[in-house]
């Protein structure tokens, strides 16, 4: 897995990581936007929860993507950390990618058809606020130069998904989870149950953008851009361990 996300992003731009361990990974400044200019990952543990956050040199969340009108073309911004979890931590099929929570905008179209995020009664037009989904990554050369996108669901097939599937033909999970995006801080929380109360994972910290596909075809969702890398290789060097996480 290292050895892919390595290769995957061996051309795109990454910053330099100083220190790294169970205090999360420290990163030095870049010359990417300072809305996604990573400073500091870490993912810890506060009471029945996996606190995941990251911090940057700017305002966190202060960049969103502008609407174009139309989910064919629509891009994605993205606070993402990686980890070594497998795919079927949180019920998709096991062995299937890369597990990644992420932390997307996206104004052009709406993937948490449950939740009414910005309580209008309706929910199918929350795209444009900050909302959590686990992803599920693979290499993909049609991509582009980093080669990643979320894995396509095939015509047909009946991958095993998770309950909050939001029915798009990827893997990818809904799942609500509480978050915040404030200060130089984004933070999501899930709960210890929700990833089956492991022992311990590695974990990374990304800042990317994403692009649907003109053509709406597999691939469907390509990573289009990297701000920033934690580790400066996406090695997830980041460790939480159950005993030891405060």
Not at 50 to 74: C, H, I, N, Y
Not at 156 to 176: E, F, H, Q, R
Not at 185 to 197: D, E, S, T
Request: glycine fraction near 8%.
């Amino acid at each position: 897995m290292k050895n892919l996300l390595a290769l995957t992003v061996s051309t795109l731009l990454a910053s330099q990581a100083w220190a790294h361990g169970p205090g999360g990974i420290h990163s030095e400044k870049s010359q990417t936007d300072a809305a996604f200019d990573l400073v500091h990952t870490r993912v810890f543990t506060d009471g029945n929860e996996l606190v995941f956050e990251q911090l940057v040199d700017g305002k966190a969340g202060s960049r969103v993507p502008t609407a174009k009108g139309s989910f064919a073309g629509a891009e994605v911004y993205s606070y993402v950390w990686p980890t070594s979890l497998d795919s079927s931590a949180v019920g998709f099929e096991a062995k299937s990618g890369i597990l990644a929570l992420a932390l997307t905008s996206h104004p052009d179209f709406d993937d948490t058809p449950q939740l009414d995020e910005n309580h209008d009664g309706k929910k199918d037009n929350d795209g444009g606020l900050w909302h959590s989904h686990w992803v599920v990554l693979t290499k993909d050369e049609s991509c582009g130069p980093g080669g990643l996108k979320v894995r396509d669901i095939p015509k047909d097939a009946k991958p095993k998904l998770p309950a909050t599937w939001p029915g798009a033909p990827i893997y990818i999970d809904s799942p609500g989870y509480a978050l915040t995006v404030e200060k130089n801080a984004a933070q999501i929380r899930v709960p210890l149950a929700a990833v089956g109360f492991p022992a311990q994972f590695n974990y990374d910290g990304v800042t990317a953008a994403l692009k649907v596909n003109a053509d709406l075809h597999n691939p469907l969702l390509c990573v289009s851009s990297v701000y920033d890398i934690a580790s400066g290789d996406l090695s997830l060097p980041g460790t939480w361990k159950l005993k030891e996480s405060k």
